[in-house]
């Protein structure tokens, strides 16, 4: 696997260290239909990319709220390292490379990003920056943080061969 694959999947993790979901609508985003993944084909469609999207944007919201719990507590870092390695894998997958590797370098990603995200506000939140303005920078780097890592990983399309296999495989499910 190159560096370059595993590089977008650390990537990838440290935008799901900012926000959860911010890497994984980048992927649905900019993933074209056609993967060797039928669930990364699912987040590619119209209805993928929309879920992802809104949870992504609901999530931008809701960290802007006092109440929001710290992201290094066991609940909040587990899911953004699940995030982290879902979203390597995935890139993995769309660049035909490992995914189990992936997944790995993006879970690391996502504690790396997670404790730099806390670290940025708690430093931010002395007076120096407000509360507000430090989590809309922390935004900003994370949704382009997403974006390199996509745009590191480019997606190889399946083989012609590759493609009427999984259309047979289809078939054979649809018609029992």
């Known amino acids: 696997m190159e560096i370059g694959a595993l590089a977008s999947a650390f990537l990838v993790g440290v935008a799901s260290g900012g926000r959860s ?20 084909d699912r987040a590619a469609t119209a209805p993928g990319r929309a879920v992802l ?3 992504a944007a609901g999530e931008l919201v809701g960290d802007k709220l006092p109440n929001t719990p710290s992201r290094l ?32 370098c993006g879970g690391v ?12 506000r708690r430093w931010a939140g002395t007076e120096r920056v407000t ?7 922390e935004d900003l780097l994370t949704v382009a943080t997403a974006v390199l890592a996509c745009a ?21 499910r649809r018609n029992g």
Do not use: K
């Not at 609508?25 to 990364?40: E, M, Q």
């Not at 909040?76 to 660049?95: D, H, I, M």
């Not at 509360?131 to 920078?137: H, I, K, L, N």
């Open 109 to 120: 990603g996502a504690v790396a990003g997670s404790y730099a995200g806390a670290t940025w």
């Open 131 to 137: 509360a507000f303005a430090a989590a809309v920078t």
């Open 73 to 104: 507590l066991p609940l909040g870092l587990s899911s953004r390292v699940a995030a982290g390695a879902a979203g390597g894998a995935a890139l993995a997958l769309r660049s035909r490379g490992n995914p189990g590797l992936a997944a790995v």
């Open 21 to 40: 979901m911010t890497g994984l609508a980048a992927i649905a985003l900019t993933t074209r239909p056609g993967t060797a993944s039928p669930v990364l």
């Open 53 to 55: 999207t809104v949870a």
């Open 152 to 172: 590191l990983a480019p997606q190889r399309d399946v083989s012609a061969s590759g493609r009427s296999r999984r259309a047979s495989l289809w078939r054979v």
